[in-house]
């Protein structure tokens, strides 16, 4: 999911750039790849990883950093440097990360269909604890982003501060599930992260809303899709909280080792 919404996002963001940089097809291109590693690892039947889909998933990590990097150094180049107005109306300076959350989950996931199915373990550390951990953080960086631009939309519409509180509140309590102890409920982390799943599938009826109420409105679509609200953003978040949904999991699955 969050390799579909970077490769749509990304796609329609730097059609309005008109490709002015050569490597602005490297995320589409990446993107791509990834989420066909990622369909052809979830209909795999066998246990063991691919070395190709864990070399896809790690590419796919490397560039979002390198496009991270391009977009704070297309921020910083602009008269004014680091300043809000930078912020708002350059290259969205969190965007790229989204490749990299897609790349290291897509590792993480090779790395667990790999390890011992009893007592999965990721660096040394129980695999669902600290993909728990993982993931928090991942739902803090997508929120910063989100918060950002919806910032510059002046939180017009007060369904604009959703994805500022509810993600916040779904990682602490993932952090929260990943100190429990063996046996503990996981329940509210849960709820937490199918909360913020369903909130970035509703995000995307709620940015075609926002294509709607500009000037002529979906009858306008080639201008509105790319100048309004971008409708392949929210889905990220989703893909997010499903990967928390993993780690719960994996967590109560340690309770069942022999």
Do not use: C
């Not at 391009?70 to 004014?80: I, M, P, S, T, W």
């Not at 631009?149 to 952090?175: E, I, W």
């Amino acid at each position: 999911m969050l390799a579909a919404s970077v490769l749509f996002d990304s796609g329609l963001e730097h059609y309005r750039g008109q490709f002015f940089n050569r490597a602005m097809y490297t995320p589409i291109v990446v993107s791509s790849v990834t989420l066909a590693a990622s369909l052809h690892g979830a209909g795999d039947t066998d246990p063991s990883s691919s070395r190709v889909r864990h070399g896809v998933q790690a590419l796919a990590g490397l560039t979002g950093l390198i496009g991270f990097g391009f977009h704070a150094y297309n921020v910083g180049k602009r008269e004014g440097g680091y300043s809000f107005q930078n912020l708002f109306y350059s290259a969205p300076i969190g965007a790229p990360m989204a490749l990299t959350l897609a790349g290291v989950l897509g590792v993480v996931a090779e790395r667990v269909r790999d390890a011992d199915p009893d007592e999965p373990r990721l660096a040394g550390l129980p695999a669902g604890r600290s993909l728990a951990v993982a993931t928090a953080g991942m739902l803090a960086g997508t929120t910063l982003e989100a918060g950002l631009l919806h910032f510059r939309g002046a939180f017009q519409n007060p369904a604009m501060f959703v994805p500022v509180t509810l993600p916040p509140l779904a990682a602490a309590l993932l952090v929260r599930a990943a100190t429990k102890p063996e046996g503990a409920s996981q329940a509210g982390a849960k709820w937490g992260m199918w909360a913020v799943s369903a909130m970035g599938v509703g995000g995307v009826a709620l940015h075609a809303y926002g294509v709607a109420r500009m000037m002529g409105g979906w009858a306008n679509w080639r201008q509105n899709l790319i100048d309004g609200p971008p409708l392949p953003a929210p889905p990220s978040f989703s893909g997010v909280a499903l990967g928390g949904l993993a780690a719960l999991e994996l967590i109560e699955r340690s309770r069942f080792r022999f």
